[in-house]
Structure formats: structure tokens, C-alpha cells
């Protein structure tokens, strides 16, 4: 019986470990995603361009700022902010480890509610990268 258990417990967690990781896109299946998820046509060039320079349109990567903080997920939301560890919270009232998954609508949904609040110049990549230049809808 505990061999059973033992192996239902390894078998459980490995399909936790794949199914945690996160993907990175390719920019017109990013595009298509955004499309998919409502984002106005007029800005997917904008976001694209803030994804790219932000994560390099990998969800899972978390990056750790000078001030604390820490950038989660496609978008880089700013933990403390906008996300917490361990439990619901933030602005946005979602767990930073939701940001970090395959599944990028709650993200979506925190990135928009921080762009209609900041602007684009809430992320420093989209600012670095994107600011001024023509960012039409990319051709796929």
C-alpha cells in the first residue's frame, strides 16, 4: 500500500512541475493570444513590443529589481504592487505565482487595469524599447 501511495505522490507531483512551467511565445502566436483576449487591435503592436523587451514572451520568468520587488509572468508585474506570494492580493488581487503559468488571461486582465491607470510608461522595457517608435499590428 505505501508503494501505491508513494508512486501516486511522484506521479502527482511531476504532472504539478510540467504543468507549472511556463511557455515562451513566438511573436504571432503572442499576437493571436492578445487577439483572443480582447486587447484592441490599435495597441497589440505596443504590448507585443512591451512583452518582448520585458520577458522576452516567456511567462514564467521572474525578475528581482533593485528596489525589493520583483518583476513576475509575460508583463513583469510588480509584485507588492499588484500580485503577492502565497495568496490573493495586490491591486489586482491575484497570486504572483497565477502570473508565472502558460494560462496569461489574469495576467492580461492586471496588465490592462495597470495600463489604464499608468500608461505604457509603467513598464521601464516598453519606455527603453517601444516609446516613440511606429508599432503597428505585426504581420502574421
Same mark, same amino acid.
Given at each position: ?11 502527482? =507531483?511531476?504532472? =504539478? ?25 490599435? =495597441? ?13 514572451? %516567456? ?7 533593485? %528596489? ?6 509575460? =508583463? ?65
Amino acid at each position: 500500500m505505501r508503494r501505491v501511495t508513494l508512486i501516486c505522490w511522484c506521479l502527482a =507531483f511531476g504532472y =504539478f512541475l510540467i504543468n507549472a512551467e511556463g511557455k515562451v511565445y513566438t511573436k504571432c502566436g503572442l499576437v493571436s493570444e492578445l487577439t483572443k483576449l480582447n486587447f484592441p487591435r490599435t =495597441f497589440i503592436g505596443n504590448w507585443v513590443c512591451l512583452i518582448e523587451s520585458e520577458s522576452g514572451k %516567456n511567462t514564467s520568468k521572474v525578475t528581482n529589481r533593485a %528596489n525589493g520587488k520583483q518583476g513576475v509572468g509575460i =508583463f513583469q508585474i510588480k509584485s507588492k504592487d499588484w500580485c503577492t506570494f502565497s495568496k490573493n492580493g495586490g491591486i489586482c488581487n491575484v497570486k504572483c505565482e497565477d502570473m508565472m503559468d502558460e494560462n496569461i488571461k489574469d495576467d492580461s486582465e492586471c496588465a490592462e487595469k495597470i495600463q489604464d491607470e499608468f500608461g505604457f510608461l509603467a513598464w521601464d522595457g516598453w519606455k527603453r524599447s517601444c516609446k516613440g517608435r511606429s508599432l503597428p499590428l505585426p504581420p502574421c
